[in-house]
């Protein structure tokens, strides 16, 4: 499997002519030059975990550029662990927090700032929804490593051996970590080129992102997730039908 | 997996006029039963999806004990079965006529 | 626990929320003979992953949808079978959620209700589920940013787990009973990354102090509590609708400062029962033990208000 990019050398390809990002405890914040003008940028690195503070941290980098204005694009750089297991972060309500992380960033992208996610490392679980998936569209560089839960902690949940999973994942790309499985998903929608300059292929991104949710429409071009598109559709075209009293539910028995 | 499936005639038709209903849930030793009037009135198609394979025979008896009892004629009924004990397919299977005689 | 006797009749609203099923929490929740689904079990639209694994199936895929009365008013509403796969998020199961919440941005109900029962995503699907939980939270934003209220009701067997527990977060109002639990890693998970030494998941109490309903609604993770029955869930959720804020910067803005203020309060606690003496608890020891009548009289009694920024 192919090294993941450095963050240096990402954003080295990224603002070639220089920027004002940093990493503290493995949170990346700060801005730099895009095409004519400036891109805020918000991350993970080093496989760090995401907890409460770190989710607090980012969500009001992300307000910060909203309450500021002027339509800036947020890049949001991930490689990141799951969320951090602990007692102290459920008490506390880490649900909350990483779903106010990803509701700034819905909200960013609402009030007219493109967000753009580029997974250049791993991500997991909770961390994995609360960034990268997030965002009005997801890029990935060869070398990224996306997944919900690991195949080992997978076999121990579900009791199936290991390579049991294993042979059942070259069949189907619906459970098993990978890159490859998130694109086929339609999670990822674009792998960049690392042989190239990263402004430009963000810039692009940023340029041709869909207004509206795309991804079950990609899960099922690419075979992935080949009913999810058509169901949600249904579901839409359904409730739009006016139904007679006579039309009722299906009952159920008591102490069903 | 093992799918099994029933044919059985009854002497009359279920009373009721329901469509359809739906009983119990996908779970360790429970099943779910969706009973649909679509048939002629002296037919009753049992179709079974059920966890656990080779028990085909103790099936076959639960159902026709119940085709006997109740003669739930104009029904499909089909089930998904999560390895439900005799007597809990029965309840079921028992449940979901009640329910399609309501009106 | 405060344990309610189970009624005779399957629709009566004194029936136990955590003992229903999916079905009938609906039945009873919306007025009634009211709820038409959308995509029934007649359709028969079942998951195509489940059969790879030797896994029994559910017409319904465990989850629910359709639109009905509240009050006399139209909402669109969504069950999980908490039951079935722990209720958790496979394709199918989601895309019916993300279909609901497209269809309301076309109907424009009064409200969205969505009662969880969920241990997060579906493994066996778990690229489809975690996907589709993103999908869901993006469509609750838009949906919330035109007007309608997206409220979350919790108090099954499955509690509100994982990625159910971020869609959580997305609500604008949740309504939680002493059975609910709200969190992202649950017991397990927790214990078998780090130790029962960090999190010991046979001790129920832990369980409870850490996730449980009491402690969320204390803590303002959740914004109301509500006795287990089907009755009381309905009664909440039709006052949480005009309470519901809307989802703009001024709503996140004052959701930060809380989420800041309770690191700053609370951030050195190890357990509940801390949290609970600093919010003004007299007897922190004594909470799990109140009924629903108690926990009502110490809520109104404590300074805190009732209305936190989601």
Known sequence: ?256 | MEKLSFRHTTRTALPGTRASAITGVVASGNLEVLLERNLAPDACHVEIDTAIKGYAEVWAAVVADFVARRQPGGLTITINDGGARPDTVSLRLAQGARLMELP | MDWKPVALSAESRDQSWYEASARARLAGLLDVDTFQEFIGPEQRQMSPHLPLFALPRAFDDGMIVGRGRLDGRDVLAAAQEGRFMGGAFGEIHGAKLVGLLRAALAVKPAAVLILFDTGGVRLQEANAGETAIAEIMRAITQVRAAGIPVIGLIGGRAGCYGGGGLIAGTCAHLVISEGGRLSVSGPEVIETNKGAEEFDSRDRALVWRTMGGKHRRLLGAADAFVADTIGAFREAALAAIPEAPSFDLATLEAEQARLEARLERFGDTRDATEIWGRLGVNDPAAVPSLTTEGFDALLDSLPEGSHHAR
């Open chain 1, 1 to 256: 499997m192919r090294d993941k990019m450095p963050l240096d050398t990402l954003l080295a390809s990224l603002f070639p002519a220089g920027h004002a990002v940093t990493v503290a405890d493995g949170l990346i914040s700060g801005e730099g030059p895009l095409t004519d003008g400036r891109l805020a940028v918000i991350g993970i690195d080093g496989d760090t975990a995401l907890g409460l503070e770190g989710a607090c941290f980012l969500a009001g980098c992300v307000l910060d550029v909203v309450r500021a204005g002027g339509g800036r694009p947020i890049l949001v750089l991930i490689d990141s662990d799951s969320q951090r297991m602990s007692r102290r972060d459920e008490l506390l309500g880490l649900n909350e927090y990483l779903a106010h992380l990803a509701k700034a960033l819905l909200l960013a992208d609402a009030q007219g700032h493109p967000t753009i996610g580029l997974l250049y490392g791993h991500s997991a679980a909770g961390a994995f929804i609360a960034t990268a998936l997030a965002t009005r569209v997801l890029a990935a560089l060869p070398g990224a490593h996306p997944s919900v839960m690991d195949l080992p902690s997978v076999a121990r949940v579900t009791k199936l051996p290991l390579e049991t999973l294993q042979d059942m994942a070259r069949s189907t790309s619906v459970f098993a970590p990978g890159l490859d499985n998130m694109v086929q998903t339609g999670a990822v929608q674009a792998t960049l080129d690392p042989g190239k300059p990263l402004g430009p292929q963000i810039a692009a991104l940023i340029a041709d992102s869909p207004a509206v949710d795309t991804r079950d429409a990609l899960g099922r071009e690419r075979g992935g997730r080949p009913l999810a598109h058509d169901i949600a559709a249904q579901v839409v075209r359904e409730a739009q039908v006016v139904r007679g009293a006579q039309d009722r539910v299906m009952r159920e028995a008591p102490g069903a």
